[in-house]
């Protein structure tokens, strides 16, 4: 039956289904997973790098986090290059709002902004939804943190812990079990570690196979995003008991 409504974004099936966009956020399912987890004193962004071949040139800059404005920022599961066409969109709005009002543009405002882009490419014949979730961690003035996911139909909801990508089932009901409200921000890393750990797909986590980034305010009340260098993440994995330190070498 679905055959002869899945061609198109625009027709809706006789159980009121869009099924273009249902099989776009099974092709996120297929996508390395990223977790965003709210603490009370910022957010924390863990992703994971498919790695799929020894030969490939890891990139210097990272792949599944993005730095949107001085006080946003992204991690990304789905199609790279769907992404790279939002995460621009967002920037160029998140600038447009600074240079008008000449203050941060709103978390949320910017988020719904950006879904209002992503629901466009559902309504229109001749376009394909984007392939790609998003999870959006930031500070502003009106409501201090606050972390956001959207997916390809457009829609995006204020989260305290969620998953995209791969197992986000299994990534979701772990984190139902171990969140807390007031988690710190320390804490937080080690339940995304934790979560990752067992619902990832390859056996042992290193740092080659992961992103991690934080969205917290300075002690002078700046809003700072800092990722993670390998080695600082080789630290915090030893530190947390999920690898074990490398043998010192004579």
């Known amino acids: 039956m ?3 409504y899945d061609s198109r974004t625009t027709i809706f099936s006789p159980e009121g289904r869009l099924y273009q966009v249902e099989y776009a956020m099974e092709a996120i399912g297929n996508a390395g997973s990223a977790i965003g987890i ?9 992703g994971e790098k498919k790695v799929t071949s020894k030969l490939l040139q890891t990139s210097t ?7 949107i404005d001085d006080h946003v920022a992204c991690a990304v599961a789905g ?12 920037r160029v709005q998140a600038q447009r709002y600074t240079f008008m009002y ?17 629901q466009g490419y559902t309504q229109f014949g001749g376009l394909r939804p984007f ?11 009106n409501y201090g943190f606050q972390l956001y996911m959207s997916d390809p139909s457009g829609n995006y909801g204020g989260w305290k812990a969620a ?8 990534a979701q009901s772990i984190l139902k079990q171990d969140y807390k409200d007031d988690a710190t921000r320390e804490e937080a890393v080690q339940l995304a570690l934790k979560v990752l750990t067992k619902t990832m797909d390859s056996t042992s986590l290193t740092s080659e196979k992961l992103e991690l980034a934080e969205v917290f305010l300075t002690p002078s009340g700046n809003v700072k995003y ?3 260098s390998p080695e600082s993440l080789t630290k915090l994995l030893v530190k947390h008991g999920v690898t074990q330190p490398a043998a010192e070498t004579s």
């Open 2 to 4: 679905s055959r002869r």
């Open 38 to 46: 709210l603490s009370k004193d910022g957010v924390v962004l863990i």
């Open 61 to 67: 800059s990272t792949e599944k986090m993005y730095k």
């Open 79 to 90: 199609i790279m290059s769907d992404a790279n066409i939002l995460i621009n969109t967002a």
């Open 102 to 118: 000449q203050e941060p543009m709103p978390v949320e405002q910017l988020v719904q902004s950006l879904c209002d882009t992503k």
């Open 131 to 141: 392939g790609v979730s998003f999870l959006f961690a930031g500070w502003d003035k």
């Open 163 to 170: 998953a995209i990508g791969a197992n986000n089932q299994a």
């Open 226 to 228: 800092h990722v993670h």
